[in-house]
Structure formats: C-alpha cells, structure tokens
C-alpha cells in the first residue's frame, strides 16, 4: 500500500465535507464544540478564506484517504482519515510521518498537535512518532509537541518541495 500526499484542490472540496460528517471524525474537529454540522456555504467560506496553512491529500495507492494540514504560522498539524475502512491499518502514521517531513523541509524545529484526550486512537498515532503531551491546546484539547531538532531523520529522506509537489513515501522516513 502506497501512501503519498497532493496539495487539496477545489474539487476534492465535496469530499473533505462528507469526510467532516462522519460522526467519529466530526466529534474531533474544532467546528464541533459549536454544535452545528458544516454546511457547503461554510466549507466554501474556510476555503477561499484559509492563509498561512497548507493541505495535504492523503492518497493510497492514487486514491484520497484522508487529509493533513499544516498551519504555517503556528507550527501545528492535523490529520484525519476520512476512508473509515482504512482506520488501523497504519495509513496515518505513514501519512503523519510525510507531513512531519514537510514541516521539516520548511524549517520548523518544534511543532505541535491539538487531541481531544478521548480520542485515543489520535494519541496512539501521534506518541507513537514522538509526540509528547505538553498540557492544554486550547479549551478541552491536549498539547503534543514533537521537537525537530532531536528527532532522528536521514537526511536522504529530508529535501526542497515546491509547491504542487507530490509527497511520496520514503522508505525510511523518520
């Protein structure tokens, strides 16, 4: 199983808000402490508003999975896999492993990620590549950080990307 990301585009639009109303990824992301679903006219607001982030398709074997994003200015990242048949087969961590990369590729030495303290399977993926809890993120939600500078990477693993670039999986990434 091939995991690789792509920069999102307008048209995988329909699919990040299908991904955003199944129940177990809903009850995880920021819009759901204000209790109301995403409408389309509110997803198409964050897209054409959104700055200072990137995001990442995530795609196994050609096809998208899910996603990941990456603030810029705040050093944070996110991931959700948005295919449920997928959850636990190691997608994530593979997926999560690639956006780490990028984030080093762009300098950044200590970043961070905001997880609910019930969504376990979160916590599993991220402590499993180093994160470690640095109290609150924000309201109810953890901090894990994950500090750059002591992490070991090959530097084979470790180039410039461009904008539009693909992001395969290296084979020893992290």
Same mark, same amino acid.
């Given at each position: 199983m091939e995991v690789s990301l792509r920069k999102v585009k307008s048209s995988d639009l329909e699919l990040l808000l299908a991904w955003a109303h199944v129940k177990m990824i809903w009850e995880y992301l920021p819009t759901s402490r204000e209790g109301e679903y995403l409408t389309w006219? &509110? $997803?198409? +607001?964050?897209?054409?508003? *959104?700055? &200072? *982030? +990137?995001?990442? /398709?995530? /795609?196994?074997?050609? %096809?998208?999975?899910?996603?990941?994003? #990456? $603030?810029?200015?705040?050093?944070?990242?996110? #991931?959700?896999?948005?295919?449920?048949?997928?959850?636990?087969? %190691?997608?994530?961590?593979? !997926?999560?492993? =690639?956006?780490?990369? *990028? /984030? /080093? !590729? =762009?300098?950044? +030495?200590?970043?961070?990620? !905001? #997880? $609910?303290? +019930? &969504?376990? !399977?979160?916590?599993? =993926?991220?402590t499993g590549l180093g994160f470690k809890k640095a109290g609150k993120a924000r309201g109810d939600v953890d901090r894990y950080e994950l500090d750059l500078r002591t992490t070991v990477r090959p530097k084979s693993s470790i180039r410039a990307f461009k904008v539009g670039d693909r992001l395969g999986s290296p084979a020893s990434a992290l």
């Open positions: 006219e &509110n $997803h198409y +607001e964050w897209w054409v508003s *959104r700055e &200072n *982030r +990137e995001d990442w /398709m995530i /795609m196994v074997d050609g %096809r998208s999975v899910g996603t990941i994003i #990456i $603030h810029l200015k705040s050093s944070e990242i996110g #991931i959700y896999i948005g295919e449920v048949t997928l959850w636990g087969k %190691r997608v994530g961590s593979k !997926a999560l492993k =690639l956006g780490i990369l *990028r /984030m /080093m !590729a =762009l300098g950044f +030495e200590m970043i961070w990620a !905001a #997880i $609910h303290p +019930e &969504n376990i !399977a979160s916590v599993k =993926l991220f």
